[in-house]
């Protein structure tokens, strides 16, 4: 995102919360609600300058524009709480849009409960309500399946590459991810139905992709593109990078761990990111998530973080697609698990261990899935 179009997009969130504020304090017909309507949408014509539409994607008190999120501030963070507390989570705004339709926005927001505004120009979304694409989709099994076993292999190597030399060939990830995004383009949701039960013995390879195409699903679903959807792709191959410096024994040990193993385990999230940090290209999101995976949504996990911890949204898509991957694991110990059974636990763990929006996010998915198989 360049600079100017930051500073017209911060703007216009400024006159926008500012504008709610003083309809709260005094009523929506004082002047000043006009006037800073008329700079919110002079703002929106500099930022709209070539463009048909912004698109605000708000997820997590979050706020995603052109795929990236806008940095934190006092503004952007009361219009994502705004946005959040009216259940929408994308706002759709379009070139012509008036200054009487931004007044609609205000007043929209000035009123908890109300339905949306029925505009021309303003779009709004709500992750929950959105429609499910349509089912029963043919699906070319056999090139998606060869789209996944070229990432295993390529993916291999990677790793094999990383414990030698311990750089990443970061264009080879690049790569992978690339496949499957075109895959989805083409065959949404269809690639999740390649994620067959596997066996312990192929574990990291096999994981980090099936959590790549977990990500990339989800991400997709919630309308993320661009750098961004790819960042999210190459963070969920590396988010397990740690476990590459766990010894075998404890890896694949059939049974529980023993307390001394399972501190050696709980290190992997912390190896994992110092050793990403090394790394030329990497990105940072594949640091962030790779240190956060095993973080819960009520932040009880590891590692230990202070309760004022704000997860990153791809680190709280890794932890479910993490979880239903492990629960789809078959392993000497433990049967896995069918989609319904491991719907019904991400379901019961929304809200506490898991992110609930981005939770019902994948169950959509999931369910996309059963009915397109
Ligand atoms: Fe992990
Ligand atoms: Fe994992």
Not at 80 to 87: F, G, I, S
Request: charged share 20%; hydrophobic share 40%.
């Amino acid at each position: 995102m360049k600079p100017a179009h930051l500073a017209e997009l911060q703007n216009t969130l400024r006159h926008i919360v500012t504008a709610v504020a003083n309809a709260k304090l005094y009523s929506l017909h004082h002047p000043q609600i006009k006037r800073l309507c008329q700079d919110a949408r002079r703002c929106l014509d500099n930022l709209l300058n070539g463009r048909g539409v912004v698109s605000l994607l708000i997820v997590d008190g979050e706020i995603l524009f052109d795929d990236f999120p806008v940095p934190h501030g006092l503004h952007t963070q009361k219009f994502a709480r705004l946005m959040e507390q009216h259940r929408i989570n994308r706002i759709i705004i379009s070139a012509e849009v008036k200054d009487d339709e931004l007044g609609e926005l205000i007043a929209f927001l000035v009123a908890p409960g109300h339905h949306h505004p029925n505009c021309n120009h303003l779009r709004f979304e709500t992750l929950e309500s959105q429609d499910t694409p349509q089912a029963n989709l043919p699906i070319d099994t056999d090139a998606l399946q060869s789209v996944k076993s070229e990432g295993h292999s390529r993916l291999a190597e990677i790793f094999q590459g990383f414990s030698r030399q311990k750089t990443i060939k970061m264009t080879g990830l690049a790569e992978i991810v690339s496949g499957f995004i075109n895959a989805f383009n083409r065959e949404t949701p269809s690639l999740l139905a390649l994620m067959p039960l596997r066996s312990m013995d192929e574990y990291t390879f096999t994981h980090g992709l099936n959590v790549c195409l977990l990500n990339l699903a989800q991400a997709m679903h919630l309308g993320i593109q661009g750098t961004l959807l790819h960042d999210i792709g190459i963070a969920a191959l590396l988010h397990d990078i740690g476990k590459l410096h766990i010894p075998m024994e404890i890896l694949d040990k059939p049974g529980k761990l023993d307390e001394k193993e399972w501190a050696i385990m709980k290190k992997h999230p912390i190896e994992g990111a110092r050793r990403l940090l090394d790394c030329p290209g990497v990105p940072q999101l594949a640091v962030v998530t790779a240190f956060e995976h095993h973080l819960r949504y009520d932040l009880s996990g590891y590692p230990g973080v202070s309760g004022h911890w704000h997860q990153h949204l791809c680190s709280q898509m890794t932890t479910i697609a993490d979880t239903y991957d492990a629960l789809r694991t078959k392993r000497p110990y433990k049967s896995p698990k069918t989609a319904e059974q491991c719907a019904a636990i991400l379901q019961e763990s929304a809200g506490r261990e898991l992110h609930p929006q981005l939770t019902a996010n994948f169950l959509r998915l999931l369910e996309q899935v059963t009915n397109a198989i």
